[in-house]
Nanobody, 128 residues
């Protein structure tokens, strides 16, 4: 059974940094696409960053240049390095993974319906 567990969230001031970690179990992740999504109170869940099974990355415009996604397939671990955080980055952050050997077309990599497995989330709060 595939399971994803996020950690690393917390409260920081604007301009600060956090590194989120997602550890997967129940399968191998070297051939899966993985992504980070977030949801702020009263808003819909949005894709933040994704790394495809071939290693290519995608980012939402709002985080480009500030966030970096990476994946260690051998360790079944995914990361989201978040720098220059802003209050609008506040929300619950979720990691997600595709089924094995799935290649997500570039235009859909930040669409939540492309991902079959989800973690429980970790809260990020950025104060001004």
């Amino acid at each position: 059974q595939v399971q994803l567990v996020e950690s690393g969230g917390g409260s920081v001031q604007a301009g600060g940094s956090l590194r989120l970690t997602c550890v997967g179990s129940g399968g191998t992740y070297s051939k899966r696409g993985v992504a980070w999504f977030r949801q702020a109170p009263g808003k819909e869940r949005e894709g933040v960053a994704a790394v495809n099974s071939d290693g290519t990355t995608s980012y939402a415009d709002s985080v480009t240049g500030r966030f970096a996604i990476s994946k260690d397939g051998a360790q079944n671990t995914m990361y989201l390095q978040m720098n220059s955080l802003k209050p609008e980055d506040t929300g619950m952050y979720y990691c997600a993974a595709t089924v094995s050997c799935r290649t997500v077309p570039p235009q859909f990599r930040l669409v939540d319906s492309q991902y079959a497995y989800w973690g429980q989330g970790t809260q990020v709060t950025v104060s001004s």
